[in-house]
Nanobody, 113 residues
Framework: QVRLVESGGGLVQAGGSLRLSCKTSGTILSVFTSTTMGWYRHAPGKQRELVATIRGSTTNYAASVKGRFTISKDNTKRTVSLQMNSLTPEDTAVYYC?????WGPGTQLTVSS
């Protein structure tokens, strides 16, 4: 049974930094290693947005976070992280890191102005 748990969210002031972590369990190492992982976010009243992906050493970012967010992946620990710097109130959302069709509960980030 694949499970995902996102953590690290919280309340931070604009301009601050935070690091999100996504821990998976029940995933096979070879499958996790070869899977493109990404972080999504969903803000109230807005569509869900894909903010970053990683596959091997290749990363991609949405324009809204490029230069501020960094995604990383630790295959042996089955974790995906998202370092977020220079946060703005527009980054406020629930953040998710799905594994194929499995989604975790997400972690709430709130950025105050």
């Amino acid at each position: 049974q694949v499970r995902l748990v996102e953590s690290g969210g919280g309340l931070v002031q604009a301009g601050g930094s935070l690091r999100l972590s996504c821990k998976t369990s029940g995933t096979i190492l070879s499958v996790f290693t070869s899977t493109t992982m990404g972080w999504y976010r969903h803000a109230p009243g807005k569509q869900r947005e894909l903010v970053a992906t990683i596959r091997g050493s290749t990363t991609n970012y949405a324009a809204s976070v490029k230069g501020r967010f960094t995604i990383s992946k630790d295959n042996t620990k089955r974790t995906v992280s998202l370092q977020m710097n220079s946060l703005t109130p527009e980054d406020t959302a629930v953040y998710y890191c799905p594994f194929h069709d499995r989604w975790g509960p997400g972690t709430q980030l709130t950025v105050s102005s």
